[in-house]
Each structure stands twice: as C-alpha cells, then as structure tokens.
C-alpha cells in the first residue's frame, strides 16, 4: 500500500460511534492525513460499523457495500467497530473488496496501518478538536456491566470503563475552547459512571457533573443521556435541579413496562420505582423534559403486557419516547427464548405505541407554546419570502433524536440566543427570535 495521504470515514450508528470516529480523526489529523468529503478523493476509507440491532448490521453492510463497488484501484477498505468486532471474519469472507479488518477500540492499529506515527502524536493538538455545530458528545465511559438479556452489547465492549474525571475534565475544557456551547454526556449507561473506579453511585455522576460544571462555567450546556433507572438517585436528582447548566432534561431507557417482561429482559427497576424517581425529577425540577425507549414484542410479551406499557407510558406521559421492535441478537439470552413474537405482531404493536405517544407529545410540545427559552442555533437562512429564519434546539431537544425547534428572526449558526415560543404542530415547536 503506498502511503496515504487523505481519508475519508463514514460511521454509522449511535453517537457513541460519532465519538469514537472523532477519536480516530484526530489521531489521523494529528499525522498529517487529510479528511475529504467525498470517498472517492480517499486514499484510504474506514467504515466505523454498528451492531447493536439487525437492522443497524444490515446499514453497516449497505454502506460497505456501496464503498466497496465504487472502490478504485490503490484505495484501501477498511471496515472496523461494533460489527466486526462481532462477525469481522465472516463480513471480510464475504466482502473481498475489504482490505483490513478490525474490531472495537483498535484506532492505534488502524493509524498505524496507515502510516501514523502513534507515538510520536500522542499530545494531540487543541485546534484538532472538532466541534459540530454549537454541542459536541463528551463519552464518559464505555462498555457495560449490565445483564440486560437482549443486548449485545456487553460482549461488543466488554465491561464498563469509565473515563478519569481529570480527562474529561480537560476534553471538556478543550470541547468549550473549540465553541462548543452544549456537551452531551454519552456512555452505554452514563450512571455507573465512576463505579468501576470504586466510587459509589451516589456520589459517581453527581461528582462528575459537579466538577464539569465548574470547569466549563455556567454558560455552558450539560446533558445527561442513557441513564439506567435503577441509578436514577435522589442524589443525582438534586444534583440536576441544583447545577445552573444541567439542562432539566432526562433520557433514560425503560425497555417496557411490565413487570414480567422487564423480569425476563434482567432489568432490576420495577414500574413502581419508576413512577417515583419520575415523581421527585418533576418535584425538583417542574420543567423537567423526560425521553425514553421502549421495545415492543420481547420473547414472551402477551397482548396484557403490552397493554401494561401502553397504560405506563401514558401515565408518565413522555415528552419524547421512541419504540422498537425486539430484534433477536446472537449470543444474547433472549435469542433462543421459547415465545419469539411474529414479526408482523411487534410492528402492529410498535405502531400501536407510537399513535398513543403522538398524541401525548403533542400536548406536552403544546404546553411550551408562549415560553420564552434559550436556544442554540444549528442553522440559519432565510424562508420562502425571503424573510430570515433560524433552526436550532432548546434544552427540550437533544441533538440528532428530537428534532429542531424553527424560528423567524436573524441569528448565527452556533450562537445561543433567546426565543418565544408561538406554536406547536405535532411534535414540533414554532418561534420569533426575541
Ligand atoms: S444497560 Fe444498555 S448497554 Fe448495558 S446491557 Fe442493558 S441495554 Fe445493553
């Protein structure tokens, strides 16, 4: 292989992959290669794969596809991640247009194959670190502990590592010193930050959010995503409501809610632990915005179950939920489960879930009519007439999963700015900047 000098990585997937991919960029950067937009200028491509569910392996596939049949001759394939960390030696017998493989948390090699002299980069320089738009991902940590049985996850990334506080510390400053005015805080469960160092829960995440908070300054945005519910803890609680940049904004996973089904899906948090921890956020924090992810057709889930997660969701009444239907993972407890639910059975369900959430998102985006909040600014341009108009996110919407808020009005892409809410359509909020 002659020595590349540019590169070009598509990364699929969640934002955990995003960071990683920035990872492996600024170990590229940092050696002279030079990012390029589009895959046919590369010398070498790197596909940074998914493979949490089929659906996300079977992306994966499509796009090393496409890469594969449009590949020109002295470029070089290289296919890495969470797919390949699974079924690397079948995608590549499969795939002999890809020319390396490699699996998770393997960029030093992937560099290294490409000419980087690791070593010698490793005091990354701060104009390196990218920030897209106004927030950036900070991952405190990765891998999990958890017994969830229909994950796969675990075996992917092994068990949970979380990141030292002094480091993040300092990614966050450097993040800020970037432009980043929001930092999301990502992990496969983000409050078992701090256990695998010895630190109990309580004082974990609580700690982190503490010393973040102070080493970035009140102007900037921190949001919690992925927090698993049984460490969702008064501590923690009083944390968010106290800390000024904390966003009262809460994305924790629930999976269902059924007892039974959770009992058989290996989640330790019952419904009624649920309700209450829900019960303190919004005593603490009264604008408090909740997310959360369902899985509809578990092994096992009978028509009383799921009515027993439709009648959950609907007390809680989620800002924003999304459901997914169970997709069977090799190597994983619940894929040789007796009672798998017919396909067509889990969409009819998921569908279900969706219409009866629809309408409870819509009343809660409809109770943000005539709030005036901050926003941060994605875009900006100017609508049909020709008048200016600005797209950005409020601390209701987290990056990528919930949508923009679009408002009339001058303002600068990565600016914060102030606005009054005017309307709702569905899941979408209207505004003027003020
Ligand atoms: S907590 Fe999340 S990442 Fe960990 S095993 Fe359960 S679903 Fe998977």
């Known amino acids: 292989m002659a020595v590349p000098r540019t590169y070009h990585i598509v990364t699929l997937g969640c934002p955990k992959n995003d960071v990683d991919s920035s990872h492996l960029e600024r170990i590229l950067t940092g050696g002279e290669l030079l990012p390029v937009i ?24 499509a ?33 002999p247009a ?3 493989v490699f699996g998770v948390g393997q960029w030093p090699e992937v560099a290294r194959l490409l000419s980087v002299d690791v070593d010698a980069i490793f005091d990354i320089p701060e104009s390196n670190v990218r920030v897209a738009g106004p927030s950036a991902y900070l991952k405190i940590s990765d891998g999990c502990d958890a017994p969830c049985t229909f994950c796969v996850i675990p075996k992917i990334k092994g068990g949970l590592r979380s990141a ?24 496969q469960d983000t409050t078992a930050w701090g256990e695998d160092l010895g630190m109990p829960v309580a004082s974990g995440l609580p700690g982190l959010l503490e010393m973040l908070a102070e080493a970035v300054g009140p102007d900037v945005w921190l949001r919690l995503m992925y927090a698993y519910p049984s460490r969702v803890t008064p501590a923690l609680i009083e944390t968010m409501a106290r800390l000024p940049n904390v966003v009262h904004y809460l994305d924790v996973p ?26 303190e956020l919004r005593r603490a924090m009264p604008d408090v915005v909740l997310r959360t992810s369902f899985i509809a057709g578990f092994p096992g889930e009978t028509e009383a179950e799921f009515r027993e997660l439709l009648d959950f969701a609907k007390a809680i009444e989620f800002d924003h939920a999304g459901c997914f239907t ?40 409809r109770a943000f009519v005539g709030r005036e909040l901050h926003m941060l600014i994605e875009g900006a341009g100017e609508d049909d007439d020709g008048s200016p108009v600005a797209a950005g996110r409020t601390y ?10 679009i408002a009339r009005g001058e303002a600068v892409a990565g600016e914060r700015v102030r606005v009054r809410i005017e309307q709702s359509a569905g899941y979408d909020l209207f505004g003027r900047i003020l």
Request: net charge neutral; aromatic share 4%; hydrophobic share 40%.
């Open 38 to 61: 589009q895959p046919e200028d590369a010398d070498a491509i790197i596909v940074n794969t998914c493979g949490f569910i089929e659906q996300s392996q079977a992306e994966s596939i």
């Open 164 to 187: 030292p506080a002094g480091l993040l510390v300092k990614e966050a400053q450097r993040l800020v010193a970037a432009g980043a005015k929001e930092l999301v805080l990502v992990g």
């Open 98 to 100: 890809i020319d390396h």
């Open 396 to 405: 209701r919407e987290a990056p990528e999963v919930d949508g923009l808020v």
């Open 326 to 365: 169970y997709s069977r993972q090799q190597w994983t407890p619940a894929h040789d489960a007796g009672s798998q639910v017919p396909d067509k059975l889990k969409a009819h369900r998921r569908d279900r879930f969706m219409r009866q959430q629809q309408k409870i998102a819509a009343a809660r985006s």
């Open 63 to 95: 796009a090393v596809e496409e890469l594969a049949a449009h590949k020109r001759e002295g470029q070089t394939l290289i296919v890495a991640g969470c797919m390949t960390q699974l079924y690397g030696r079948q995608v590549r017998e499969e795939h």
């Open 254 to 279: 629930l999976q269902h809610g059924s007892e039974a089904t959770l009992r058989r899906m290996k989640r330790p948090h019952s419904t009624e632990k649920v309700m209450r921890f829900i019960e």
